[in-house]
């Protein structure tokens, strides 16, 4: 009898210490899996306010897009300069109609504004969507959805003041504008072939007045020009 309890004893004791070090096991195991979601969550939050990405240390949007647009612009410009150049010639000898040669090559000017508009609005698009993916990360801590949710106030500020500044100036007769604000510079595109000092004087007013920024800081881009 006593052989047996001494027998069930120590069967008792190695069952407690195989669920001892199997509790432990599952514990670290977890403990692991925390710090990898936690590093994971971290590298995240890290790649999208990387360098290039939503505030600077002031908390301002940085330029997310200004690059991005610029070159996109540019590109843009410049075929449709090519294509101007290349139709000055040849749509008047196809149609001998000057009024018709200024329309196609006009066509051209606004194809290219509204590629540029279309490059600003999907770059404000995915940056708002990357906020929006840090602030809904249950995983991140409270600042630094603090800091995406201030970020994301900023963009949309920045966005209000584009599309007012837009209004204005359309309200002074530039019909086909385009304006970007990024990093306390602002770029308008203006498509008038007769731009002028006067009618720049006029556009730098409007966006000193609503935005703030300097002169020094607006750059105005006639599409004739490009």
């Known amino acids: 009898m006593k052989k047996i309890l001494k027998k069930n004893q120590i069967?008792?004791?190695?069952?407690?210490?195989?669920?001892?070090?199997?509790?432990?096991?599952?514990?670290?195991?977890?403990?692991?899996?925390?710090?990898?979601?936690?590093?994971?969550n971290n590298n995240t939050y890290d790649s999208v306010y990387s360098q290039d990405n939503l505030s600077d240390e002031n908390g301002e949007i940085k330029s997310l897009d200004g690059e991005g647009l610029d070159s996109s612009a540019e590109n843009s410009g410049d075929n449709v300069n090519g294509e101007n150049e290349k139709n000055d010639g040849t749509n008047q000898e196809e149609t001998k109609e000057p009024g018709a040669a200024i329309l196609t090559n006009g066509t051209s000017v606004s194809s290219y504004m509204v590629q540029a508009r279309l490059n600003r609005e999907q770059t404000r698009s995915k940056n708002k969507e990357t906020l929006l993916e840090v602030i809904n990360n249950k995983d991140l801590e409270e600042n630094q959805k603090k800091k995406a949710v201030t970020s994301m106030t900023e963009l949309t500020k920045t966005t209000d003041m584009e599309n007012t500044v837009e209004t204005l100036l359309k309200a002074k007769g530039f019909e086909d504008v385009l304006v970007t604000i990024t990093d306390k510079q602002v770029d308008v595109i203006v498509n008038d072939a007769e731009m002028d000092e006067t009618k720049k004087a006029q556009?730098?007013?409007?966006?000193?007045?609503?935005?703030?920024?300097?002169?020094?800081?607006?750059?105005?881009?006639?599409?004739n020009n490009q």
């Open 203 to 223: 556009i730098e007013n409007v966006v000193k007045r609503k935005t703030g920024i300097a002169a020094k800081n607006i750059t105005i881009t006639p599409t």
């Open 11 to 40: 069967i008792v004791t190695a069952l407690a210490v195989l669920i001892a070090v199997a509790g432990y096991l599952n514990y670290t195991d977890n403990l692991s899996k925390k710090e990898k979601t936690k590093e994971a």
